[in-house]
């Protein structure tokens, strides 16, 4: 009958009488009650917890000596710690009964050995025991242990937050002889950016003369320069042979036993670092650095059924890209995403469908390989090793080229690898990926990118400084590129990928952050053409970079005009090859260009010509420019006011060099005295003295022009075409200044 009542709707009760669901309610709480109780009657009566509040609560002074209860109630704490572990509640009690000295210094090293965790360890009970730590009370040998307990459990502490702001008072134990290793060893672990500061570097430096270059000194010391490379100015090997000492030899066995016993979840939540450090850390790199095998995460049985089939198609099983767009909308993405980077099918896939889980898992597995498997591995010297990265490096290469852009976490993996890389290691690899990051906001361009890029252009070889700047123009260049294609009349979206970025920029930002570059460049050149001589070949790498900074007005429509500093204008003007001279008329056709644009601009385009205000320095620059070129390679007047190289009159005359103010005319200029003097035994093959002033006739001065574009100096020709410059009007004169 009930259950036809169940069917049928719910029964009604009288509502004189309790309802059965208030009687199991009852029931129910009557039980837990009493479970309850016998709950805390067994734990007032199990041994191991009247253990704990006998060392909770025992004053301090107690005699230990004769004192059967103490012994008594410490082997029942032994007993379960070597067999359990101890709870967090244990270690709390025990580590404040050792380190507050209650009972003397006769327990503190025999209850520190009984410290075997059985999930956790509490944090603040680590704090309050560095607490009295501080103190000064306990002997050497007991705080030597304490801090080796800690190590061994460092993994095993539930937070972290608490300790590193103690930092400062850990930091001051390492003066002390005996603690130092391993007060080292845990600050290594706690070390965060913010913690180095001056004062610390120098502290251990100090104590690195004092004790030698002990390895736990460097490596504290490497770390720090990892962080704030400006503070340590230390050389340091890359790779030490020893370093840090496992310090978990009281505790090894226990531990593990314990975490036998207690299951395996324990074991993977909480492991020991001693207890796979050593076997994950050199397989990584043999396994992780490969690209994995492509394959389908749908059952093999059900893609031979017709219907899944049709809805459903494996990548894998596509072999041409007729089959791509035939499938593109019922492609099933491989289990393993890193298989997609070595399948060009797969990357026109990414291409095409803009899918935001395929790119944040592709990310995710990327991110993974580049940090754990490549930044963080510790057996990376092997040319095995080596091999490996450079073909996955080289692999990543080819997609971002594919694509046209990067990947967000190959750009985190550069900013952390900028700051430990040497310059040499996978040198091609890391400068192709550094020039396809995405633009970079211009206030921390500075911290991410300039900083690290400063240090190894001024310590590399000149063949390094070349590549740089190469590299560096290679990412000026994509960067302009993005911004034709996704620059939008008043906003500009400077993102790689829309779907799984957002970096959004106003035309005025990336204006910032594209000054910030090219004044960059331009201090890395003018002090880089000193350090190696104005080497001709950096000099060439140079002007690659500034073509293109003077071309983004006219050729990427970029309402922006720069010129280059004096630093690399001068050594250009200058150079001894011809080639150089050039390509600097050819940069100062390329503004001159850009400048008429800027006034030719249409004023119904309003959002434009209020973006496109060109500075009145830079304009000053360019036309102080323009005016040292005619007057210094047409007209002869080098050395005179208003030329930006000034030498007195009395240097000059001392130098004994007959009509010093036609030394870099076309026809003296180091660049250009090979073709003078060739010119002038074709034109003139009888004469036995030469004499190259004859070439400033008016008929040989025109001829001499002609024979100088027949060289294929294409710049030179248009440069004086464009400025309008006649060989009637402009011809070098043997006049001096004084007689002009």
């Given at each position: 009958m009930?259950?036809?009542?169940?069917?049928t709707?719910?029964?009604?009760s009288?509502?004189?009488?309790?309802s059965d669901?208030?009687?199991?309610?009852?029931s129910?709480?009557?039980s837990?009650?009493v479970?309850e109780?016998?709950?805390?009657?067994?734990?007032?009566?199990?041994p191991?917890?009247?253990?704990?509040k006998y060392?909770?609560d025992?004053?301090a002074?107690?005699?230990v000596?004769?004192?059967?209860?103490?012994?008594?109630n410490?082997v029942?704490?032994?007993k379960?710690a070597?067999?359990?572990?101890?709870s967090?509640?244990g270690?709390s009690?025990?580590?404040?009964?050792?380190?507050?000295l209650?009972?003397?210094n006769a327990?503190?090293v025999?209850?520190?050995?009984?410290?075997?965790?059985a999930?956790?360890?509490?944090?603040?009970?680590?704090?309050?025991?560095v607490?009295?730590?501080?103190?000064g009370?306990?002997?050497?040998s007991?705080?030597?242990?304490?801090?080796?307990?800690?190590?061994?459990?460092f993994?095993?502490i539930?937070a972290?937050?608490?300790?590193?702001a103690i930092?400062g008072?850990i930091?001051?134990?390492?003066?002390?002889?005996?603690?130092?290793p391993?007060?080292?060893?845990?600050?290594y672990?706690?070390t965060?950016?913010?913690?180095?500061?001056?004062?610390?570097v120098?502290?251990?430096?100090?104590?690195?003369s004092k004790?030698?270059?002990?390895?736990?000194?460097?490596?504290?010391?490497?770390?720090?320069?990892?962080?704030?490379?400006?503070l340590?100015?230390?050389s340091?090997?890359?790779?030490?042979k020893?370093g840090?000492?496992?310090h978990n030899?009281?505790?090894?066995?226990?531990?593990?036993?314990?975490?036998?016993?207690?299951?395996s979840?324990?074991?993977?939540s909480?492991s020991?670092?001693?207890?796979?450090?050593?076997?994950?850390?050199?397989?990584?790199?043999?396994?992780?650095?490969?690209?994995?095998?492509?394959?389908?995460?749908?059952n093999k049985?059900?893609q031979?059924?017709?219907?899944?089939s049709?809805?459903?198609?494996?990548?894998?099983?596509?072999h041409?890209?007729?089959?791509l767009?035939k499938?593109m909308?019922?492609?099933?993405?491989p289990?393993?995403?890193?298989?997609l980077?070595g399948?060009?099918?797969?990357?026109?896939?990414?291409?095409?469908?803009?899918?935001?889980?395929?790119l944040?898992?592709?990310?995710?597995w990327?991110?993974?390989?580049l940090?754990?498997?490549?930044l963080?591995?510790?057996?990376?010297?092997?040319?095995?090793?080596?091999?490996?990265a450079?073909?996955?490096?080289?692999?990543l290469?080819?997609?971002?080229?594919?694509?046209?852009?990067?990947f967000?976490?190959?750009?985190?993996f550069l900013?952390?690898?900028?700051?430990?890389?040497?310059g040499?290691?996978?040198?091609s690899?890391?400068?192709?990926?550094?020039?396809?990051?995405?633009?970079?906001?211009?206030?921390?361009?500075?911290q991410?990118?300039?900083?690290p890029?400063?240090?190894?252009?001024?310590t590399?070889?000149l063949f390094?400084?070349?590549?740089?700047i190469?590299?560096?123009?290679?990412?000026?260049?994509?960067?302009l590129?993005?911004?034709?294609?996704?620059?939008?009349e008043?906003?500009?979206?400077?993102?790689?990928?829309k779907?799984?970025?957002?970096?959004?920029?106003?035309?005025?930002?990336?204006?910032?952050?594209?000054?910030?570059?090219?004044h960059?460049?331009?201090?890395?050149?003018?002090?880089?053409?000193?350090?190696?001589?104005y080497?001709?070949l950096?000099?060439?790498?140079?002007?690659d970079f500034?073509?293109?900074?003077?071309d983004?007005?006219v050729?990427?429509?970029l309402?922006?005009?720069?010129?280059?500093p004096?630093g690399?204008f001068?050594?250009a003007?200058?150079a001894?090859d011809?080639?150089?001279v050039?390509?600097?008329?050819?940069?100062?056709?390329?503004?001159?260009?850009?400048?008429?644009s800027?006034?030719?601009?249409?004023?119904?385009?309003l959002?434009?010509q209020k973006?496109?205000?060109?500075?009145?320095?830079?304009?000053c620059?360019?036309?102080?420019?323009m005016?040292?070129?005619?007057?210094?390679?047409w007209?002869?007047?080098?050395?005179?006011p208003?030329?930006?190289?000034?030498?007195?009159?009395?240097?000059?005359?001392k130098a004994?060099?007959?009509?010093?103010?036609?030394s870099?005319?076309?026809i003296?200029?180091p660049?250009f005295?090979s073709?003078a003097?060739?010119?002038?035994h074709?034109?003139?093959?009888?004469r036995?003295?030469m004499?190259?002033?004859s070439?400033?006739?008016?008929?040989?001065?025109?001829?001499?022009l002609?024979?100088?574009?027949?060289q294929?100096?294409?710049?030179l020709?248009?440069?004086?075409?464009q400025s309008?410059?006649?060989?009637?009007?402009?011809?070098?004169?043997?006049?001096?200044?004084q007689?002009r």
């Open positions: 009930a259950t036809g009542l169940n069917v709707g719910p029964l009604i009288d509502p004189s009488f309790p669901q208030s009687v199991s309610s009852r129910i709480n009557k837990l009650r479970a109780k016998e709950r805390r009657k067994l734990e007032a009566e199990d191991f917890v009247l253990a704990l060392f909770s025992v004053e002074g107690t005699p000596i004769g004192n059967d209860e103490f012994e008594k410490l029942q704490v032994e379960v070597y067999s359990k572990g101890l967090p509640e270690i009690i025990m580590l404040e009964f050792s380190m507050s209650r009972m003397g327990p503190c025999r209850v520190l050995k009984c410290l075997i965790p999930t956790v360890v509490p944090q603040e009970a680590v704090v309050r025991a607490a009295w730590l501080c103190v009370k306990i002997p050497i007991a705080q030597v242990l304490f801090i080796k307990w800690v190590l061994t459990v993994d095993m539930d972290k937050d608490q300790l590193r930092y008072f930091f001051n134990f390492v003066t002390e002889e005996n603690l130092c391993f007060i080292c060893h845990l600050l672990l706690l965060r950016k913010e913690s180095v500061r001056v004062f610390r120098r502290k251990l430096l100090e104590l690195q004790l030698g270059r002990q390895p736990f000194l460097l490596h504290l010391l490497s770390l720090y320069k990892v962080f704030c490379p400006e340590v100015t230390l340091i090997q890359s790779r030490m020893t840090f000492r496992n030899a009281p505790w090894k066995s226990a531990l593990i036993a314990v975490q036998k016993r207690s299951g979840q324990v074991a993977s909480t020991l670092p001693f207890m796979i450090k050593e076997k994950t850390t050199s397989r990584k790199r043999k396994h992780c650095l490969e690209f994995p095998t492509m394959s389908g995460s749908v049985q059900a031979t059924e017709p219907s899944v049709k809805r459903v198609v494996p990548l894998v099983q596509l041409s890209f007729a089959q767009l499938n909308h019922c492609v099933e993405l289990a393993q995403m890193g298989s980077l399948s060009s099918l797969a990357l026109h896939y990414l291409d095409c469908v803009q899918d935001e889980s395929a944040l898992r592709l990310n995710f990327l991110g993974y390989a940090h754990e498997e490549f963080f591995c510790g057996d990376g010297g092997s040319s095995q090793n080596l091999e490996e450079q073909q996955f490096l080289n692999k290469l080819f997609t971002q080229d594919f694509l046209q852009e990067g967000s976490s190959s750009e985190a900013y952390k690898f900028l700051r430990v890389w040497d040499s290691l996978l040198r690899q890391v400068l192709g990926l550094l020039s396809n990051i995405p633009v970079i906001p211009s206030i921390k361009i500075g991410f990118l300039f900083e890029l400063m240090q190894l252009f001024f590399s070889s390094f400084k070349c590549g740089l190469e590299c560096l123009n290679n990412m000026l260049s994509k960067w590129c993005w911004n034709t294609v996704y620059c939008l008043d906003n500009l979206d400077i993102s790689p990928n779907s799984h970025t957002s970096i959004n920029m106003t035309l005025t930002d990336f204006k910032d952050s594209l000054m910030e570059l090219v960059f460049v331009g201090r890395l050149a003018s002090v880089g053409l000193q350090l190696e001589g080497n001709s950096l000099l060439s790498f140079i002007l500034y073509e293109t900074v003077c983004m007005f050729k990427y429509e309402p922006l005009v720069l010129v280059p004096a690399v001068y050594p003007l200058f001894t011809p080639v150089s050039d390509r600097l008329l050819c940069s100062a056709l390329l503004l001159s260009r850009s400048f008429v800027s006034h030719s601009v249409s004023p119904f385009d959002v434009f973006a496109c205000r060109i500075s009145h320095h830079t304009l620059d360019f036309n102080h420019y005016s040292v070129m005619v007057n210094c390679l007209n002869s007047k080098m050395f005179e208003d030329m930006g190289i000034q030498l007195k009159e009395e240097l000059l005359l004994n060099i007959p009509e010093y103010w036609e870099f005319n076309f003296h200029h660049a005295l073709y003097v060739d010119f002038h074709k034109c003139w093959p009888g036995q003295d004499n190259l002033n070439i400033k006739y008016s008929k040989p001065w025109t001829w001499y002609e024979y100088l574009y027949s294929g100096y294409d710049g020709k248009q440069f004086f075409v309008k410059l006649t060989a009637d009007s402009r011809r070098p004169t043997s006049l001096s200044p007689q």
